[in-house]
C-alpha cells in the first residue's frame, strides 16, 4: 500500500485531482451554470471570488445572506487557504456530497480515467487524465505513482472501480471533514 504523504504534503496537485474529479462529476450544461454563476459572482473579474464578492452576490440572488454561511463556504472551498475562491474550489465547493457519492456520476468520472475501458486505471492513464498537470508544473512521474498506490487495495498496480471509489472518498473527506469541523 502506498503513502500520500508527498501527495497530501502538494496541496496544489491534490486541489487539482479532486478538481479534475469533482469536474467529471457535473454535465455540460451544470459546468456552464456554474462557469455563469462564478463570473457573476466575480464583480471584478480578476478570476477569484473573495468573501466580499460573495456576500454581494449571494444577497442579490438570494435576498438576505448570513455572513456565517458565506464564511462556512470559504471555510470549506478555499482549499489552498488563501482566502479567495478560483474556479476550481467553486465547483468543490458546489459539488453535492450525493453527487460524489453516486455511483453512476462515479462511474463516469472513472470512465474519463479509464481510456482504453479495460475497468481499471493504470498509471499512464492516470497521468493522461491529469492531463499537462505533471509536465507543466514539474511533478515528476513519482506523485502520480504514489497516487496509484495509496489507491490501488489490492496491490495489482492499477485501480478499479471499487479502489476508485474510495480514492474520491479520501480526497474528498478532506473537505466533508474541514465542513464538519466549521464552528457553529
Same mark, same amino acid.
Given at each position: 500500500m502506498?503513502?500520500?504523504?508527498d501527495?497530501?504534503?502538494?496541496?496544489?496537485l491534490?486541489?487539482?485531482?479532486?478538481?479534475?474529479?469533482?469536474?467529471q462529476?457535473?454535465?455540460?450544461?451544470?459546468?456552464?451554470?456554474q462557469?455563469?454563476?462564478?463570473?457573476?459572482?466575480?464583480?471584478?473579474?480578476?478570476?477569484?471570488?473573495?468573501?466580499?464578492e460573495l456576500?454581494d452576490?449571494?444577497r442579490?440572488i438570494?435576498?438576505?445572506?448570513?455572513?456565517?454561511?458565506?464564511?462556512? &463556504?470559504? @471555510?470549506? %472551498?478555499?482549499l489552498? =487557504?488563501? /482566502? *479567495?475562491? +478560483?474556479?476550481? #474550489?467553486?465547483?468543490?465547493?458546489t459539488? $453535492?456530497?450525493?453527487?460524489?457519492?453516486?455511483?453512476n456520476?462515479l462511474?463516469q468520472?472513472?470512465?474519463?480515467?479509464d481510456?482504453?475501458?479495460s475497468g481499471?486505471?493504470?498509471?499512464?492513464e492516470?497521468?493522461?487524465?491529469?492531463?499537462?498537470?505533471?509536465s507543466?508544473?514539474?511533478?515528476?512521474?513519482g506523485?502520480f505513482v504514489? &497516487?496509484? @498506490?495509496? %489507491?490501488d487495495?489490492n =496491490?495489482? /498496480? *492499477?485501480? +478499479?472501480?471499487? #479502489?476508485?471509489?474510495?480514492?474520491?472518498? $479520501?480526497?474528498v473527506?478532506?473537505?466533508?471533514k474541514?465542513?464538519?469541523?466549521?464552528?457553529?
Amino acid at each position: 500500500m502506498g503513502n500520500l504523504k508527498d501527495f497530501n504534503a502538494n496541496l496544489k496537485l491534490q486541489q487539482a485531482v479532486l478538481a479534475l474529479m469533482v469536474h467529471q462529476l457535473f454535465t455540460n450544461d451544470e459546468l456552464e451554470d456554474q462557469k455563469k454563476m462564478f463570473a457573476k459572482l466575480d464583480k471584478n473579474k480578476d478570476g477569484m471570488l473573495q468573501r466580499e464578492e460573495l456576500i454581494d452576490g449571494f444577497r442579490e440572488i438570494y435576498g438576505e445572506v448570513v455572513e456565517q454561511e458565506v464564511d462556512e &463556504i470559504m @471555510a470549506l %472551498a478555499d482549499l489552498n =487557504g488563501n /482566502g *479567495e475562491l +478560483d474556479y476550481c #474550489e467553486w465547483l468543490v465547493a458546489t459539488t $453535492k456530497k450525493a453527487d460524489i457519492y453516486n455511483s453512476n456520476k462515479l462511474k463516469q468520472a472513472f470512465q474519463y480515467f479509464d481510456k482504453d475501458n479495460s475497468g481499471t486505471i493504470t498509471l499512464e492513464e492516470l497521468k493522461q487524465g491529469m492531463g499537462g498537470i505533471s509536465s507543466s508544473d514539474n511533478y515528476d512521474d513519482g506523485i502520480f505513482v504514489d &497516487i496509484l @498506490a495509496e %489507491a490501488d487495495i489490492n =496491490g495489482d /498496480g *492499477e485501480i +478499479d472501480f471499487e #479502489e476508485f471509489q474510495e480514492m474520491m472518498k $479520501k480526497l474528498v473527506g478532506g473537505v466533508i471533514k474541514k465542513k464538519a469541523s466549521i464552528p457553529k
